[in-house]
T-cell receptor, first 116, second 111 residues
């Protein structure tokens, strides 16, 4: 079966510091991968998605970037965090999971980021 | 107008009650529809896909009304463990696998 991992689970960072969040998927090949942010009490906002190694599409302009160095690894980064970057960061994957039609997305446990 | 709209609630219901949520979407060419469940401070989890003919999974029934552009989720015999936020999710036509999320409806089931 497929599993998705994210780390760290929680993170407290000062304004202006760098960020690196990692997401890995197991049990599937060539998944589509996604990064979302959910601000407190708000809906999910798609930040980046990737259909393959080195292929990244950005949905919103911001000071964040994403990379996909390996098929099942997706990284979210920032050189300098802003207060507004605080939120719940969720990685998701889609692809051919048993019993699915291929377009459902499955989420990792998330990273809760607080920027002070 | 938001692409996917939901009543934020909260819906406060007693155990055993039947509760229904509706969700409207603006893109008439949308092709895929889902309900996700999100517990407090947790990730969303797929509850069920919504098929054109409607579908049922135990106590949960999902319906799609294309003419009026809404989907619904019916929960029968509510349990305390059903307390969560229910997210309506739509994939617009030609959007690949891009999900558009509603803001969620919060359900609180009371003893």
């Amino acid at each position: 079966s497929q599993t998705i991992h994210q780390w760290p689970a929680t993170l407290v960072q000062p304004v202006g510091s760098p960020l690196s969040l990692e997401c890995t998927v197991e049990g599937t090949s060539n998944p589509n991968l996604y990064w979302y942010r959910q601000a407190a009490g708000r809906g999910l906002q798609l930040l980046f998605y990737s259909v393959g190694i080195g292929q990244i599409s950005s949905e919103v302009p911001q000071n964040l970037s994403a990379s996909r160095p390996q098929d099942r690894q997706f990284i979210l980064s920032s050189k300098k965090l802003l207060l507004s970057d605080s939120g719940f960061y969720l990685c998701a994957w889609s692809g051919t999971a048993k019993g699915s039609r291929g377009n459902e997305q499955f989420f990792g446990p998330g990273t809760r980021l607080t920027v002070l | 107008r938001k692409e996917v709209e939901q009543d934020p609630g909260p819906f406060n219901v007693p155990e055993g009650a039947t509760v229904a949520f509706n969700c409207t979407y603006s893109n008439s060419a949308s092709q895929s529809f889902f309900w996700y469940r999100q517990d407090c401070r947790k990730e969303p989890k797929l509850l069920m896909s919504v098929y054109s003919s409607g579908n049922e999974d135990g106590r949960f029934t999902a319906q799609l009304n294309r003419a009026s552009q809404y989907i619904s989720l019916l929960i029968r015999d509510s349990k305390l463990s059903d307390s969560a936020t229910y997210l309506c999710v739509v994939i617009p036509n030609n959007a690949g696998n891009m999900l558009t999320f509603g803001g969620g409806t919060r359900l609180m089931v009371k003893p």
